[in-house]
């Protein structure tokens, strides 16, 4: 899986500092809201029954302790504790300051972490500014930030502004919705670009989309690929797989034939559960903020799994990444149909299972 390729994030570890160093104390009914958790030691010394953790990553979800309800979505409840770990897009960022700071109940306590190096220093300030005085300490490289919010102090304007800075809205003048925190979310990415230009039109049948995001590739292949009658759209994170939807839907309204489409929120490393005619995808290739090539194998991996016998796979990559010896062991032939920008576009056919 891929939450077993990645480490623990150390503002995991600078999270709980508060509370092991006897600054804070766990609400005495043990009831805890942990958002956008992440499993590891520091985590399983504490969670019990009670806890509430949040994950809509797919692999992050499911690494966590089950002694916790793992939800995919913000519960309506509010809680002595609220605990969070801040995704690095300054607008996703402030958007879920927004949410946990609504999930505590009066006279509790959010505590949130950051790495350093992924914007510590703007989370504090955005908390200041948010929610009046906090209290700090720094470990591990990253920091944590406490406080009992008080509603005088709270700006009721930076709160109704930030909660919609990670909404759905539209992108390339309206032809898709997206959202801040999405891979490439406010852009076509280049390298989606090029494999969308060099699609052959005779793709048909069952083909999948590995990776969809808000469904840019899925869309193109309906667009130039008129004899897919099936299409599987899969991704990792929960929030994307709404917007691919819906844009693949508006580009189904123009199309003369029926498709068969689903999405599937899934770790694509544990392999697919549908066998395919064509498979297209632009792997990711980082976790966080680290470059973590074993993502992408894993995902060419899946897709020699699922391939038929006479299947196609078409995938973009920088073109640095180490896929040729993979590609080698698990097809038939490739061949490289595209190099620009710092990407490649590969074929490749006759997979081994």
Known sequence: MIAALAAPPPALDTLMLPFADGSLDWPADGRVLFLRARDGAALRAVVRPGWVCVQGFRSDHDALPTVAERLTEVPEAVFD???????????????????????VAPGGVLVVSQANDEGARSLQDDLERLCGEVRSTSKHKCRVIWMRPDPATVDPA????????????????????????????????????????????????????????????????LRRCPKIDALDLYDADARALPLARANVERVLTDRPTPVAVATHWQDVATGLPQRYHAIVSNPP???????????????????????????????????????????????????????????????ARGPKR
Request: net charge neutral.
């Open 81 to 103: 504790c609220v605990l969070l770990l801040p995704p690095r897009q300054r607008e996703e960022s402030r958007a879920w300051l927004v949410r946990a700071l609504e999930r």
């Open 285 to 347: 290739f980082h976790l966080d903020r680290g470059g973590l090539p074993q993502l992408g194998q894993a995902f060419l991996h899946a897709a020699a799994n699922a391939l038929l016998p006479d299947g196609r796979l078409l995938l973009v990559a920088n073109r640095h990444l180490p896929y040729e010896q993979i590609l080698a062991a698990r097809f038939g032939e490739s061949q490289v149909l595209a190099s620009a920008s710092g990407f490649k576009v590969i074929l």
């Open 158 to 221: 930076l709160v109704q502004s930030w909660r919609v800075q990670d909404a759905v809205q539209p992108i390339e003048d309206g032809r898709y919705l997206s959202r801040p925190g999405l891979f490439s979310w406010d852009r076509i990415d280049t390298g989606s670009a090029l494999l969308a230009a060099h699609l052959p039109g005779n793709l048909q049948g069952r083909v999948a989309d590995l990776g969809a995001g808000y469904g840019y590739l899925s869309c193109e292949l």
